[in-house]
């Protein structure tokens, strides 16, 4: 059962142009949504986050919408840059216990190619 | 802060080998994650400690694998009698879990290949 899901394998943008990833999740208990950013033979590394009391959060060129109704979220990236090329996973969290955050449960990834 | 290290950064085995990996979590966190990935998938839960404290295992976890944090700094996942099943790239992460702070870092991972 995928309850985060990647329908994009992949995405080709150039350069300049705005990036969007989607997301789409099917477990109404996530509320915590965050976006990796994963290059070949290395850790995946956090790029932004949003929490389910915001439908927006910004950090630079990252923006993450969340739609709840929908149970959607996206990654906006605005301009889109070369070194931006990698593996962006979308993962969503419950809280354990009813208090803190545990797990992460991951999407399947969509490969950003930014030409030049 | 130096992030969270794994090691080896690369295991090759054979089937029926055991293997042992380690993580050092960042210092000041309290919580330690170890997930598991597979080609053209996204990382997979399989277990997490709270301090020493095992808090949740993955059904995904077969008795073959264990993991401890016997003082509540690094961890060591093990895998006895290794199967080709089990290559994989296993990522380790950690975070202190306290509201506000629930983003989890990931150290490099080790990638495991069984012949």
């Known amino acids: 059962d995928q309850q985060v899901k990647q329908n994009s394998p992949s995405l080709s943008v150039q350069e300049g142009r705005i990036s969007i990833l989607n997301c789409d999740y099917t477990n109404s208990m996530f509320d915590y949504f965050l976006w990796y950013k994963k290059y070949p033979a290395e850790g995946p590394t956090f790029l932004i986050s949003i929490s389910s009391i915001k439908d927006k959060n910004e950090d630079g060129r990252f923006t993450v919408f969340l739609n709840k109704s929908a149970k959607h979220l996206s990654l906006h990236i605005v301009p889109s840059q070369p070194g931006d090329s990698a593996v962006y996973f979308c993962?969503?969290?419950?809280?354990?216990?009813?208090?803190?955050?545990?797990?992460?449960?991951f999407g399947q990834g969509t490969i950003l190619t930014v030409h030049p | 802060d130096t992030g969270v290290s794994q090691d080896p950064r690369h295991k090759i085995t054979k089937r029926g080998q055991n293997v042992t990996f380690r993580c050092d979590p960042i210092?000041?966190?309290?919580?330690l994650y170890w997930y598991r990935q597979t080609l053209g998938q996204g990382p997979e839960f399989l277990t997490y400690f709270q301090n020493e404290a095992q808090l949740e295992k993955s059904r995904l976890l077969s008795d073959r694998f264990s993991a401890e944090r016997p003082k509540g700094s690094f961890s060591t996942l093990e895998i006895q009698r290794t199967e080709q099943g089990d290559s994989a790239m296993y990522l380790c992460?950690?975070?202190?879990?306290?509201?506000?702070?629930?983003?989890?870092?990931f150290g490099p991972g080790t990638r495991l290949l069984v012949l």
């Open positions: 210092s000041e966190h309290n919580r």
């Open positions: 993962a969503a969290s419950a809280r354990h216990g009813g208090t803190s955050y545990g797990k992460l449960t």
């Open positions: 992460a950690s975070n202190i879990g306290d509201r506000g702070k629930e983003t989890q870092y």
